[in-house]
């Protein structure tokens, strides 16, 4: 997986949770060399980015929802509009940035060598009912479901992200 992920994740432990000791500790207990030196077009081998979560709810006592909703926020409310802002730009509502998604993810990627990027396909239930099929040999629906939590905090809109299985998500737009 591209280190972009893991280089947010860093952010946010340090900025918000506990500072570099505490993100030390956790590359410690995902037996990380110390001081590695992660960059946004690193690739992170995808076994060692899952060590990386996993210590991080270890070492902050959270569960693995509770880590996705912070990176979710993390990653669309700071990491993302700083390094990605031209790409939040081109949406101006929640509703459009999920249902965009699988195009930024396919433009993002697509000049970074190694990428895999999640796919996503999109049913509507009814009017604000929208069902999302997550495609990614890496099984990280979780992150997913934080992630579509973040983009409701981003664009301050209210919505429900419910996770119906390994593949499918649901989110419900509005009170
Ligand atoms: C500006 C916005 C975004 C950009 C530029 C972006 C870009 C990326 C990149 C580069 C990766 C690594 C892919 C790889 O290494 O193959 C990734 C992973 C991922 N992204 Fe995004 N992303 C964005 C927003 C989101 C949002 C809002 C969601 C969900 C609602 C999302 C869901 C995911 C998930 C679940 C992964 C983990 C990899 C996997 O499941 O296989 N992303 N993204």
Request: hydrophobic letters at 40%; glycine letters at 8%.
């Amino acid at each position: 997986m591209k280190g972009t992920i893991i280089k947010c994740l860093a952010e946010m432990v340090v900025e918000k949770h506990g500072g570099e000791a505490t993100w030390q500790q956790i590359m410690d207990v995902a037996a990380v060399p110390k001081h590695t030196l992660i960059l946004a077009t690193s690739d992170i081998d995808d076994a060692q980015a899952g060590r990386l979560f996993t210590a991080t709810t270890k070492v902050l006592r959270l569960s693995w929802e509770q880590v996705a909703d912070a990176f979710g926020e993390h990653w669309c409310c700071a990491y993302g509009p700083r390094v990605y802002g031209r790409t939040f730009d081109r949406f101006a509502s929640a509703r459009e940035m999920i249902l965009g998604l699988d195009q930024v993810h396919v433009d993002v990627t697509r000049s970074l060598t190694n990428a895999t990027p999640p796919r996503f396909s999109y049913a509507w239930k009814d009017a604000d009912t929208l069902e999302v099929t997550y495609a990614s040999r890496r099984g990280l629906i979780d992150l997913y479901v934080g992630l579509a939590r973040g983009v409701g905090l981003r664009y301050k809109e209210p919505l429900h992200v419910r996770k119906l299985s390994e593949t499918l998500v649901e989110i419900h737009f509005g009170a």
